[in-house]
């Protein structure tokens, strides 16, 4: 059972920031792709931010739509540690955050998708008000 735990949540006015991060045991960073999905009360889970292998099999971010040029992963594998700086917040963003593995690498738009990860954490609570 993968155990990821996620922490940095917490209440910001519209266009502020927010840094979510997440740690787990070392041979989960060790083994698998890294990412962050959503869900919103009501609304199905959004995958929205991942490390995947491009063509020269380097790990490389990508982005949903939704987020992208406003939230940046990162992540510290010799500290076991991963990162989403979420910038220029709009209540859209508000919903339970969650950290997950994927062996698979998958793409951040798949973390929407249980079967495709591997594990993940109970989730840090981000509530954007306008």
């Known amino acids: 059972q993968v155990q990821l735990v996620e922490s940095g949540g917490g209440s910001v006015q519209a266009g502020g920031s927010l840094r979510l991060s997440c740690t787990g045991a070392?041979?989960?960073?060790?083994?698998?792709?890294m990412g962050w999905f959503r869900q919103a009360p009501g609304k199905e889970r959004e995958g929205i931010a991942a490390?995947?292998?491009?063509?020269?099999?380097?790990?490389?971010?990508n982005y949903a739509d939704s987020v992208k040029g406003r939230f940046t992963i990162s992540q510290d594998k010799g500290k076991n540690m991963l990162y989403l700086q979420m910038n220029t917040l709009k209540p859209a963003d508000t919903a339970m955050y969650y950290c997950?593995?994927?062996?698979?690498?998958?793409?951040?738009?798949?973390?929407?998708?249980?079967?495709?990860?591997?594990?993940w954490g109970k989730g840090t609570l981000v509530n954007v008000s306008s």
């Open positions: 997950a593995a994927s062996r698979a690498c998958a793409l951040a738009r798949q973390y929407a998708q249980p079967d495709a990860l591997d594990g």
């Open positions: 070392a041979y989960i960073f060790r083994d698998a792709c």
């Open positions: 490390f995947t292998y491009d063509r020269s099999a380097t790990e490389v971010p």
